[in-house]
């Protein structure tokens, strides 16, 4: 992106903190923002989006619907931006999205020493031990540096009032970590993109060592590790670009075998117990949708209510 579309993306994701939230406070009694109504939907959602068959689609249509708050809300109409991390795989920092720069997504946190390890405890998914980045604290740099999160935790102790619910303002915070890293490295996209069918595909985006989804968030620490409300921090929207263009990638190698593609059920690990997902499976968007739509019209970037590809 040229520095001009930069500075006008970041001054629209900024935009969405002034506008009031579409959630009720009996719903998401913390939300005060346009931006807190993203978090707050993937805070209720987070139980049947991930490590099954639903996290892909809404994922997809979740970015779609955050480009479009984008535009018609705050008036950007330039690219949309994602984060290819393989190239910056040896250290995050060399990435100029985290140079702290005005045209950055700010810095690594404040560094806080002397910590213990991170311990990721996602329902239903094996823990993952994530030792201390070069970070910790509040970010150093850049646009988001005096912005506020105000939902959750949710994972991460101590949590937040209302079960992550309520108001609870307090500073992005990042921890970034070369060894998590490591993991972004291109030959595990390789292996992501050599993925037989859709089902192989989400499970080695998310494998515990060398999933390129999970480890994305684990390098950048912070909120990053909490699941349920990781779109907290906005470099978030980059890297779930980067995975719906591995997505779109994989796809188009046989698009035609592969865009009407399904698998798993729609809760995580199956517990509780739910149906297969089909195309005709409803995903609820909260506020930012006027109702469930079906996987159906998130499948492809080309057709349906999209009409876009990446660079």
């Known amino acids: 992106m040229e520095e001009t579309d930069r500075l006008n993306y970041i001054k629209a994701v900024q935009c969405l903190y002034t506008i009031d939230a579409g959630f009720d406070r009996e719903t998401m009694p913390g939300a005060r ?3 807190d109504d993203f978090v707050g939907t993937h805070l209720l959602q987070t139980p049947s989006i991930h490590f099954d068959g639903l996290f892909l689609a809404f994922h997809r249509h979740y970015l779609h619907q955050y480009t479009l708050a984008l535009q018609d809300e705050c008036d950007y109409y330039g690219p949309v931006p994602y984060w290819d991390w393989s190239k910056f795989w040896k250290d995050p920092l060399q990435a100029a999205v985290l140079d ?3 045209t950055s997504f700010g810095s690594d946190g404040e560094y806080i020493p002397n910590r213990n390890d991170s311990i990721v405890k996602f329902p239903h998914a094996p823990e993952v031990i994530i030792p201390p980045g070069t970070g910790g604290g509040c970010l150093k740099d850049g646009p988001f540096k005096d912005y506020k999160m105000n939902l959750g935790p949710v994972l991460l102790e101590p949590q937040g009032p209302d079960g992550g619910r309520g108001f609870n303002p307090r ?4 921890d970034i970590s070369k060894l ?8 595990n996209l390789t292996k992501v993109l050599a993925a037989k069918d859709l089902g192989e595909f989400n499970l080695l985006i998310d494998d515990a060592a060398s999933g390129v989804h999970t480890n994305g968030h684990f390098q950048l620490g912070g909120i990053q590790l909490d699941p349920f409300v990781s779109p907290s921090d906005p470099i978030f929207w980059l890297h779930h670009g980067m995975i719906d263009y591995l997505w779109s990638v994989w796809q188009g190698q046989d698009y035609a075998g592969r865009r009407d593609q399904v698998w798993g059920t729609g809760t995580i690990g199956n517990i509780p117990p739910s149906d297969n997902v089909t195309l005709d499976t409803l995903i609820n968007f909260e506020v930012l949708s006027d109702g469930p739509r079906p996987v159906r019209e998130f499948v492809s970037t080309i057709e349906g209510p999209y009409c876009y590809v990446y660079e």
């Not at 500073?171 to 990042?174: D, F």
């Open 33 to 35: 923002s346009r931006y």
């Open 180 to 187: 998590m890293a490591g993991n972004s490295r291109p030959s």
């Open 100 to 102: 702290g720069s005005d």
């Open 171 to 174: 500073c992005i915070n990042r």
